[in-house]
């Protein structure tokens, strides 16, 4: 497969759509299975109260795999990313209701690499916080 957006179709300064991403802690507790990360931080709030957290708090590589989906959605093609980093900045707080929290992402391509690829930036915030820095991400367009 290959990526459905055309190197000679965007410009530095291109922007993804946003998305936005609902956490539950229904959520929280379906990607410990699937991740065998079951900290107790990421779905007991007594224990992640009692080590200093404000509550329970998401997965950092479940916050870094949401983001990617913007990339991901865009190209068409998972496969054509090739390089992906973020620095963890703040935890993702997921309250005990309905709500949950919402992981708001946009992007937008910040380079025009060699061999048709670009550096693509992620903004990623939650509850009005940066929640990822230095988010980037290196994609082979076609």
């Known amino acids: 497969m290959t990526a459905k957006i055309s190197y000679s179709d965007v410009e530095v300064g291109t922007e993804l759509p946003a998305r936005t991403f609902p956490v539950t802690r ?3 507790v379906q990607y410990a299975g ?4 079951f900290n ?3 779905w007991n709030e007594k224990f992640a109260k009692e080590v200093g957290l404000p509550d329970v708090i998401a997965h950092g590589m479940f ?3 949401e983001a ?3 990339v991901t959605d ?4 998972p496969g054509a990313v090739l390089e992906y980093g973020v620095r963890f ?5 997921v309250p005990n209701d309905d709500q949950g929290a919402t992981i708001e ?5 910040a380079a025009k690499l060699d061999d048709n690829t670009v550096r693509v930036d992620l903004t990623v915030t939650s509850a009005g916080q940066k929640v990822l820095g230095m988010s980037r991400a290196v994609v082979r367009l076609a």
């Open 40 to 42: 107790p931080i990421h």
């Open 105 to 109: 992402v946009s992007a937008k391509v």
């Open 34 to 37: 699937a991740s065998g990360d």
């Open 26 to 28: 229904a959520t929280l």
């Open 74 to 77: 865009w190209t068409g093609d």
């Open 68 to 70: 990617i989906r913007v």
């Open 89 to 93: 900045t703040k935890p993702v707080v």
């Open 63 to 65: 916050t870094m795999a």
